[in-house]
């Protein structure tokens, strides 16, 4: 192997690092994200719902766009722009969440994620049960295309979209 070999291979080598270093970053964010938004907040720690949706928004670039399509997030969510209005989505969901909420927990599967230099995307589907004191339960599960980018060498999330795939109650108990 000559030098100018070696120098690709390291190239090469260096380049592949950072693409699979890219894809660990953005994979912990998004786990982090759906981590945060679980019910109860499994955040050690955290105890009001104002650090709560801090901790999410540290997550996002400042300009980033929070948008569900479709009937269900449409009319849920909506399309928010910017971390002002993002966090106060967040506030609003959670000042006017069923109190009988006990239990929300995000499962994330199907991913994909492709890196081109500082910018990047994601998709997941997620299912999502949901259980209440009085017994009810329902089960959700949402398509994610979401984009990301490296900010001061940190990713953040750009965009949050979200599509409904379903949501089916569960029997009751």
């Known amino acids: 192997m000559t030098a100018s070999d070696l120098e690709k291979t390291i190239a090469r080598l260096s380049a592949e690092v ?3 270093r890219a894809e ?9 994200y759906m981590f945060l938004c679980d019910t109860p907040c499994p955040e050690a720690g955290v ?4 650090e709560r949706i801090s901790r999410i928004m540290d997550l996002y670039a400042e ?14 969510s ?13 506030t609003e969901f959670w000042r006017s969440k069923d109190t009988g909420l006990i239990l929300n927990v995000h499962y994330l599967t ?3 994620i492709h890196v081109d230099g500082d910018q990047a995307s994601g998709q ?10 009085d017994g009810r339960s329902l089960l959700r ?14 990713w953040k999330i750009a965009r949050t979209r979200t599509e409904n795939v379903f949501v089916a109650p569960l029997p009751t108990g």
Not at 24 to 32: C, K
Not at 63 to 76: F, H, I, N
Not at 124 to 133: E, G, I, Y
């Open 18 to 20: 950072a693409q699979l």
């Open 24 to 32: 660990a970053d953005i994979r912990r964010l998004q786990t982090r």
């Open 47 to 50: 105890t009001t719902d104002e």
């Open 63 to 76: 300009d980033a766009v929070w948008e569900g399509v479709g009937d269900y997030y449409r009319s849920q």
């Open 78 to 90: 909506g399309r928010q722009v910017g971390k002002a209005a993002i966090r106060a989505m967040f």
């Open 110 to 112: 199907s991913e994909q």
């Open 124 to 133: 997941w589907v997620h299912c999502q049960p949901w259980l209440f004191a």
């Open 141 to 154: 599960s949402s398509r994610l295309n979401n984009l990301f980018r490296r900010i001061d060498g940190a």
